[in-house]
């Protein structure tokens, strides 16, 4: 049981998880019914097996530098995720894309209307 | 490794198809946007695998350079939609009706409005803008002529 063996299986370990996550954001974006239900399969699901899958192949090419340059793209993609999500959260609510009857607490209505 | 890898490659093309598949039905640009975001996304994990079978850090440059285009081409596509009026105007009940269309329509209204507030309403639309101080010009602008 070498140190290189063990983190062998943990980089597999990472690669096997962040692709089921991915499959299941995929599966979210086709089965859910609503733009904004869309969003939520594409930002969290994603976004956490894009991570594992990076920290999965840091794990397998064991350098130095492999881990600064994935932890660069892990970083823009945790912190660009939000960004664009909201862009188009706000985007499709004010094309209309949005049924404002099934939402709980609307506050962009009353932002647009008084316009801030 | 071989196994996991193998399972993983299976799991992300299935992945990428169902993205696909919503690429072509998506209603709307949006949901394109979201399944080319998804697809990018998708490829990146993809180079992470190649990467991960060779045990060499050759691609690692194209997995962060990936990362930064996958977000600023979402931004600018979502930035530059051409714009539908708010569905709270009143002048625009019969376009919010239109916006329930399966098509993709969001280009047709828009240049609807474009006959009738006399302005062409290009991309560099400003109710779009990502602060607030946009908002208040564009529904004044839009009021003025009518």
Redesign the interface.
């Known amino acids: 049981m070498t140190w290189s063996l063990v983190l ?1 299986a943990a ?3 990472g ?2 998880l ?3 996550l ?2 299941a ?3 979210g ?2 089965r859910f019914p609503d ?1 904004l239900s ?2 939520h399969a ?1 930002t969290k699901p ?1 976004t956490l ?2 991570l594992l ?2 920290v ?2 840091a794990l ?2 064991r ?1 130095w ?2 881990v600064t ?2 932890l ?3 970083a ?2 945790f912190f ?2 939000p ?2 999500a909201h ?2 959260g706000r ?2 609510y ?4 949005v049924d ?1 009857e099934t939402l709980d607490v609307d506050e962009l ?1 009353e ?3 008084r ?2 | 490794m071989t196994i996991a890898i193998a399972i993983s490659t299976a799991m992300l093309g299935l992945a990428a198809g169902l993205s696909l598949v919503r690429l072509y039905r998506g209603p709307d640009s949006l949901d394109r946007i979201l399944a080319v975001d998804v697809m990018l996304v998708i490829v990146i994990a993809g180079v992470a695998l190649t990467s991960a079978w060779k045990g060499q850090p050759t691609n690692l440059p194209l997995i962060m350079v990936l990362a930064l285009v996958n977000f600023v081409g979402g931004v600018a596509i979502t930035r530059l939609l051409p714009h539908d009026t708010d569905a709270t105007d009143a002048t625009d009940a019969t376009d919010a009706t239109d916006a329930t269309d399966a098509t993709d329509e969001t280009v047709a209204t828009d240049l609807d409005h474009a006959g009738d507030t006399g302005d062409a309403r290009g991309p560099a639309d400003s109710r779009l803008g990502a602060a607030g101080p946009g908002g208040p010009a564009a529904p004044g602008a839009e009021e003025r002529p009518s």
Do not use: F, K, M, Y
């Open positions: 062998d980089g597999a370990t690669l096997l962040g692709a089921a991915c499959l954001g995929a599966v974006l086709l733009t869309r969003l594409v994603q097996g894009l899958i990076l999965g192949l397998t090419v350098t530098d492999s340059t994935l660069i793209a892990g823009a993609q660009t995720a960004v664009a862009l188009v985007t499709a004010r094309n209309g894309r404002r209505s932002a647009l209307e316009g801030d």
